[in-house]
């Protein structure tokens, strides 16, 4: 399901991104936000913050629910992940500068997520809420079902 040629450019793309970001706001990008955003993206599929309390036992961080949690709260609202509420698990933003009209295919096999954009649909959605006076805090869109190589 997915287009992703390297992997590890990926990874090395988002944490360049997200260390530039955090500059530019004046942000701290502690060593703890940057393993949980490095965890997110080993792979394309979405990592539950369970998932993540368990990767870092036993590295250098006595991290526990909370602290995970706080990580992920600093990760989504500077823009560097996306948050799945069907799944209740994170992605990697794949772009994070360029723009957040973006849906995700989720497949139920699986459990790639990959990220989709659509200015038409992004624009649908927004002609909407302004034609019913509403304000999102977030818009993500998630379509489930399965990708060609499950089906």
């Not at 793309?13 to 500059?23: F, T, V, Y």
């Not at 990592?47 to 949690?69: F, H, Q």
């Not at 794949?94 to 723009?99: C, E, K, V």
């Not at 009209?101 to 139920?108: M, Q």
Request: proline share 4%; with cysteine.
């Amino acid at each position: 399901m997915l287009d992703c040629q390297d992997h590890e450019v990926c990874i090395e793309s988002a944490m360049r991104d997200a260390e530039e970001i955090c500059q530019e706001k004046g942000l701290r990008f502690t060593e703890l936000r940057k393993e949980v955003l490095k965890l997110i993206w080993l792979s394309h599929i979405p990592a539950k913050a369970y998932d993540i309390l368990e990767m870092l036992k036993g590295k250098t961080w006595s991290a526990k629910p909370p602290t995970v949690y706080r990580a992920l709260d600093f990760l989504l609202e500077n823009g560097l992940v996306h948050r799945l509420d069907s799944i209740n698990a994170y992605i990697g933003r794949s772009h994070p500068r360029d723009h957040t009209g973006c849906y995700f295919l989720i497949c139920t096999e699986c459990n790639e997520a990959k990220e989709c954009c659509s200015p038409e649909l992004s624009e649908a959605i927004e002609v909407a809420w302004n034609n019913n006076s509403f304000r999102p805090k977030r818009v993500t869109l998630e379509v489930l079902g399965q990708c060609g190589a499950c089906r």
